[in-house]
Every structure is written in C-alpha cells, then in structure tokens.
C-alpha cells in the first residue's frame, strides 16, 4: 500500500481532484460526477458558504497553503496485491 498523491491540476473528476480549485465544486455539472454528492440529501448552505468564501478571499486567506504545492495527499492509497497459488497436488487421468 502505497500514498497517492494528486496533482493540483487533476482532470478525472472524482472528489478529491479539486483539492487546489474548490471553486470547481460550485459547478452542478462538476458535482453530478461526483458519487460522493449524490448520497448528500441538502448542501445549498454550504455550496453558499464556499461559493462566499471564495468571492471575499476568505477561503484563500485560510488555506493559502493549499494554492502552492503541485500534488496533495488527500488521503487515496494504491494497494496492490500478488496472487499467490499453492501447487496444487497433480492428478493423472
């Protein structure tokens, strides 16, 4: 099991590809191909909220640090596995 980082600039969409452009979650479209989204029953008050924080410079002056780096652990892991077979006994027939 390994990290996978984000890049800052990811296309594919899913919920943490936006780490660095929150502004994105604003979008309906955006928010449609989001599984996550679609389990939330009401987030008018805090698309409001984003979409406030966003326009005065509050959410950048919070979390500047989040404009710099070029990928982000947000937290997804690569697992990978190797298939292991025990022999099995031969038979004749």
Known sequence: MQPLPI????IDGFLGAYWQRPEAYL???VRAHISSFSLLTSIGPQLERLERDLTS???DRQN????RPSELDVGYRLVTAQRRCAE???RDG
């Open 7 to 10: 890049p800052g600039d990811c």
């Open 64 to 67: 500047a640090e989040l404009r």
């Open 57 to 59: 410079g509050n959410w």
């Open 27 to 29: 979008d309906e479209e």
């Open 88 to 90: 099995l006994p031969h």
